[in-house]
């Protein structure tokens, strides 16, 4: 079946500009995060929605960064007023139990 | 939150078994450790994980310590497709009762041929 889907697989955007990156999760999937990853480094958790309750966005760096998760379903990470330090790729996952499934990643570039 | 430490690198001779060690000190009573790798360009894939019981499946055995503070993934018959970057994670127990996966450092496991 369908996995995760992340949209644009790739993003260029100039500083100060906003930027909308989008998740597809898997259809039933009541869990999904979302993680940054800077070149060669781990993942950084960001933000996690599960269900109904309302997200937990204890790892969201600073009030530029918020998400959103319509529906219980598809999600969107915007990104307000981008610095150079954003650039990452920004990866989403969803699950059901235990096991995250990952998405491909969206590579932010902000020049 | 626990935090977990992994050596940067290994090298495995292809056929050979792969033995990446993680430490995992500060490991709660009810905080999962969970293995996942990252090849190149993707996104990281799920192996395994356990609680305080040995684990073992199709593509690797998990072994953790009785005091739960260190573990070791095992890949029993390395290839080259195996070279990738290995990440232990403690899955923490948030008080609203929601978890936050803790991702390392991460080992890159290099198989040679």
């Known amino acids: ?5 992340q949209s644009p697989s790739n993003k260029v955007t100039e500083k100060g500009k906003d930027v909308e990156l989008r998740c597809d999760p898997i259809s039933g999937h009541t869990a999904l995060y979302w993680y940054r990853q800077s070149l060669g480094q781990g993942l950084e958790f960001l933000i996690y929605f ?10 969201l760096p600073s009030d530029r960064f918020s998400a ?3 529906g219980g379903s598809v999600s969107t990470l915007t990104i307000q007023r981008t610095q150079q330090e954003d ?13 995250q499934y990952f998405g491909p990643g ?6 | 939150d626990a935090k977990t430490t992994q050596p940067p690198s290994m090298d495995c ?20 450790v969970y293995w996942y790798r990252q090849i190149h360009s993707q996104g990281p894939q799920y192996i395994i994980h356990g609680l305080k019981n040995n684990e073992t499946n199709e593509m690797a055995s998990l072994i953790i ?14 290839t ?17 009762g929601t978890y936050k996966y803790i991702f390392g450092t991460g080992t890159r496991l290099k198989v040679l041929a």
């Open chain 2, 65 to 78: 310590t009785e005091d739960r503070k260190s573990s070791t993934l095992i890949l029993p018959h390395a």
């Open chain 2, 80 to 96: 080259l497709r195996d070279t990738a970057v290995y990440y232990c994670i403690v899955r923490a127990l948030f008080t609203s």
């Open chain 1, 50 to 59: 599960q269900g109904n309750s309302a997200p937990d966005k204890s790892g």
């Open chain 1, 106 to 111: 969206t590579r932010l570039t902000v020049t």
């Open chain 2, 13 to 32: 001779a292809e056929g050979r078994a792969a033995n990446l060690p993680c430490n995992h000190s500060t490991i709660s009573g009810n905080e999962y």
């Open chain 1, 68 to 70: 959103e998760r319509t």
């Open chain 1, 87 to 99: 650039s990452a790729v920004y990866l989403c996952a969803s699950s059901l139990g235990s096991e």
């Open chain 1, 1 to 5: 079946g369908a996995g995760v889907s």
